[in-house]
């Protein structure tokens, strides 16, 4: 499906994950939302769609602002330096996005937020209240009684301190009914039901009306409110409404705005559902914007059972994975070992058994096997026809069962490995060279099936694969030499 379908099949894709955290390295978890996001905005892209994928930091949080200071660094060299490191971690993982917007960037995103902000106070939605409650300097948030344990934040084992102060609050409780409709009827879908389900029961009990700023003289970084000096944008605002400035909203006339949104789909993990299948939406309602199409919410990564965490022991760094194994090995554990529905696992046995058993012997072991007989005994490149079915496969990207999208070019991989093993092509040569020849041609076309499939998956595996096809050559080295 090489072709680009120049028909009315060509859409506009968009597609994004959640802006990440900028207070520390990013870990497995975020690695597995990326290369989702970027095997959906490749599929997209061979698809023929005109595709845009987003991705982001969310920096305007007190967090940053400390440890900056505990590093010694301005806050700005101390983003600049942990963005540096997303960037990086993105690039050896081959992450094709077309933009990354920064919340601390006055230019692209500070007139999204304002002029978001600016609809829904529109609308009426907008209070200034007195606020009296429990506020947890590491949560950098309110925390209800009922989450203190012996008294303190179990998170942080902190006092929380009993603050006072003004907000502006988000009339939340209003949507609670037009949200529930949105996503019943599908309108906003959420995937998979079981998410969908958790989030219309917590809409069945209501919703409370959530605070939307902070009084500017105790936070130091963040977006002005716009005609309210004394307050800044709380964090469902100023993060939030990434999805929309980053293309353009409030900023430009004619933009990438008018062209993809509503986003198709915003990929994230199941602790951030209610932000975005709750919170999100009723701003959107509220300012009058379209919602996006679909959320599609992935589980969390665990190791032998377990959270990673650095006193279990049991952290594994997407960067080590990545410089022992290659960024493509890293792609096709995520893509297929790890469900994206439900909650996954990953240990380090796991992993190399994975890629011994299916890139080192699997794949890579094929292509040799194929192209050496390619190369011995075909006079001329096999000749490869310009289009091909690929239903089936794409109906799984469709639905976001990537693992089975995998499991199907595995399927087409076994099926390569039995027809040599029941046509012995490479002894037929010798006594049919004919027959063989016609052999050996129809298994290079088989595989260079698997190199098209392959391509949102593994897009450099692919791409080798194709060139040695093309040119009737035998790969000089293992493309997945084993690991012991
Ligand atoms: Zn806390």
Redesign the pocket.
Known sequence: MEKKSSNSDSHSFYITTPIFYPNARLHLGHAYTTTVCDILARYHRLKGDKTYFLTGSDENTEKVVRAATVAGKSTKDYLDEIVGNFKDLFSKLGISYDQFIRTTDEINHYSGAIELWNRINKSGDLEKRSYKGLY?V??ESF?TEKDLVDGK?P??N?LPQVLEETNWFFKLSKYTEAIKEKISSNEFKIVPDSRRNEILALLDRGLEDISFSRPANTVSIGIPVPNDSSQKMYVWCDALSNYISALGFGRTEDSLYKEFWPANVHVIGKDILRFHAAIWPAMLLSAGIPLPKTLFVHGFITSGGKKMSKSLGNVIDPLQLIEEYGAEAVRYYLARHISPFEDGDITLESFREAYNAHLANGLGNLVSRVMKMAEANLEAPAVIPEWEDMTEYFSYLEKFEINKAVDCIWAAITEIDKRIQEDQPFKLVKADKDRGQKIISELVVKLYSVARMLNPILPDTSVKMKKYIKENKTPSTPLFPRKE
């Open positions: 947890c590491g949560h925390i934040c998170d942080h902190e």
